[in-house]
């Protein structure tokens, strides 16, 4: 009953204790959420600069009174927040995690790297929609809006975008992990170790007489 009572106790501590720091750790995993959401939370966190290319819209669009607070607290104190490209914009986030910039999300939607290593914030700034224009007078107009029309309800116009439009990047993704020999061998480690060490005490007990016990003699 001995052997029985400690084995059973050192494979119950070795268990234990190899879980115990197993849900320790799991609990230690810091997210990868953003930790802001719009520019408001941006400028009031004061630790990230905010990157724009340098003579586009959006240049004139932070110059806006309406946005110009979010200019002078995000843009123009840094010398690196006005960019000349997309790739320089990508290559500073890349090098600086506090450095953020406003991109298009049909680039961001179709780069492989931009839509597997950057997250996007919930706010969107500028809305483009696409034009044709006709000249003031055109005979064409009725006929192209007819026309138009009847693709868009028959459904080939969103046919033909499925077909040419680029598809969006996938990424792969493991957030599900099949169950294998991989996952459950360290568990069997863990077992087989506590019934050595049990084995280990049990083989001690039976070469190292027990001093404890008291001696018995026979009467006479």
Not at 198 to 212: C, D
């Amino acid at each position: 009953m001995r052997a029985v009572f400690w084995i059973l106790y050192v494979l119950g501590v070795v268990v234990v204790a190899a879980y115990s720091a197993t849900l320790v750790s799991f609990l230690t995993v810091a997210g990868d959420d953003l930790p802001f959401d719009s520019l408001t939370d941006l400028q009031r966190i004061k630790s990230h600069r905010l990157g724009i290319l340098k003579g586009s819209v959006l240049e004139e669009y932070f110059k806006n009174p309406n946005f110009r607070d979010y200019w002078r607290a995000l843009i123009e104190p840094h010398p690196d927040t006005l960019a000349r490209s997309y790739s320089e914009l990508r290559y500073n986030a890349e090098q600086d995690p506090s450095y953020v910039y406003v991109g298009s999300y049909e680039i961001q939607r179709l780069d492989p790297l931009g839509a597997c290593t950057f997250k996007s914030a919930r706010q969107h700034l500028l809305y483009n929609d696409g034009s044709l224009g006709w000249p003031r007078g055109s005979p064409y107009v009725q006929l192209f809006d007819h026309y138009i029309n009847k693709f868009r309800e028959s459904g080939l116009l969103r046919k033909l975008m499925t077909v040419w439009y680029p598809k969006p990047y996938s990424c792969p993704s493991d957030s599900v992990i099949p169950l294998g020999f991989t996952q459950v061998f360290t568990a069997f480690v863990i077992l087989g170790v506590g019934a050595l060490f049990s084995l280990l005490f049990l083989a001690i007990e039976r070469v190292v007489p027990s001093r404890t016990q008291p001696n018995t003699y026979q009467a006479k």
